[in-house]
């Protein structure tokens, strides 16, 4: 069974270990420099985050979300867990009372990109590169 709460300042070192699995078994797209990069990036957005939300199995933390206003900013499930439900379950804690949600993904992950279209999001813009300026093609999404 899957629970989901706020995120605790602990909880950044494991969140950050799920991130680069997560990234590794999804984003084939990315070097191990580029990954060694971006998780630079990742560990100083964690703690920034407004709303941060971990999805715990049995005390484990197994992925998750932050959104600002709405926007969901970082969506992420450890590798050996997905398709399991987690990630559904994530989205669907900031989904709930909201009229949309927007979301960017890498146009080259295709998990990411089937998984969003499953859950209803439709592509309203795309950009050549990511929020860094990193030559990585965004899909611009939003909930219909």
């Known amino acids: 069974m899957v629970s989901i709460r706020t995120a605790i300042d ?16 999804t984003h084939e ?8 990069s971006i998780e630079l990036d990742v560990a100083k957005y964690l703690p920034q985050m407004s ?17 600002e206003k709405d926007i969901v900013e970082m969506l992420f499930v450890d590798a050996f867990a997905q398709g ?16 949309s949600v927007r979301v960017d993904v890498n146009e080259q992950n295709p998990s990411g990109r089937n998984f969003y279209a499953a ?17 990585f093609p965004i899909l611009h999404l939003v909930s219909t």
Request: aromatic share 6%; proline share 3%; net charge negative.
């Open 10 to 25: 602990t909880d950044y070192s494991a969140l950050l270990a799920i991130w680069r699995r997560s990234v590794e078994a």
């Open 119 to 135: 859950k209803g999001f439709t592509q309203i813009g795309r950009s050549e590169t990511d929020g860094e300026g990193r030559a």
């Open 29 to 36: 797209f990315l070097t191990p420099a580029d990954i060694d």
């Open 51 to 67: 709303d941060l939300r971990v999805a715990e199995e049995v005390g484990q933390p197994m992925g998750f979300i932050a959104i």
């Open 84 to 99: 399991r439900g987690i990630g559904s379950a994530l989205l669907n804690s900031v989904v709930a009372g909201r009229d």
